[in-house]
Antibody, heavy 119, light 110 residues
């Protein structure tokens, strides 16, 4: 069974940093592109970042580029999101999700991790 | 800011049909396949339709998708109370080099 489990969500002050992790199981992690998608309270889905299976190609939304860094460890079946210079508008539930092959559809999602940026 | 436009809400009685539209541009829907996601209250999104009109295993055929030009549509027939949820379309935008989602549509069963 495919499972994606996020962890690391917390309350952090503006300007602070936080690192989210996504533990994957039930599939060959190193064969899939992985992604971060967030959802602010009461709002819609917002794509954050994508990383291909090798980790060589990474894409970021304009809203987080330069502040957030996505990484992966295929040996540990793990995806991470390092978030720096956090702002109030980064408050959201952060989901990790996977895609299949060259497709751009997210076939499995984690349960999400809540990040709250507030003083 | 969502690049794809959906109606904020649609509603119908049980057993009826609803249609959700998703409008984009040549750099997103016009250039790539569309997927649809269902998000029940308090849960993570779930893949409903991929590659415009394909259903993952376990998704009933009451859900169907189509795409034409720079727009896509999700149809839900035989509406059930369990279909009350938010629905999002999604695709890749070649100009933004990133994934884009629709604004979301809340389906209400009257």
């Amino acid at each position: 069974e495919v499972q994606l489990v996020e962890s690391g969500g917390d309350l952090v002050k503006p300007g602070g940093s936080l690192r989210l992790s996504c533990a994957a199981s039930g599939f060959t992690f190193g064969s899939h592109s992985m992604h971060w998608v967030r959802q602010a309270p009461g709002k819609g889905l917002e794509w954050v970042s994508s990383m291909d299976s090798s980790g060589r190609h990474i894409y970021y939304a304009d809203s987080v580029r330069g502040r957030f860094t996505t990484s992966r460890d295929n040996a540990k079946n793990s995806l991470s999101l390092q978030m720096n210079s956090l702002r109030a508008e980064d408050t959201a539930v952060y989901y990790c999700a996977r895609t299949v092959g060259s497709g751009t559809y997210f076939d499995y999602w984690g349960q999400g991790a809540l990040v709250t940026v507030s003083s | 800011q969502s690049v794809l436009t959906q109606p904020p809400s649609v509603s119908a009685a049980p057993g009826q049909k609803v249609t959700i539209s998703c409008s984009g541009s040549s750099s997103n829907i016009g250039n790539d396949d569309v997927s649809w996601y269902q998000q029940l209250p308090g849960t993570a999104p779930k893949l409903l339709i991929y590659e415009n009109n394909k259903r993952p295993s376990g998704i009933p055929d009451r859900f169907s998708g189509s795409k034409s030009g720079t727009s896509a549509t999700l149809d839900i027939t035989g509406l059930q109370t369990g279909d009350e949820a938010d629905y999002y379309c999604g695709t890749w935008d070649i100009s933004l080099s990133g994934c884009v989602f629709g604004t979301g549509t809340k389906v209400t069963v009257l």
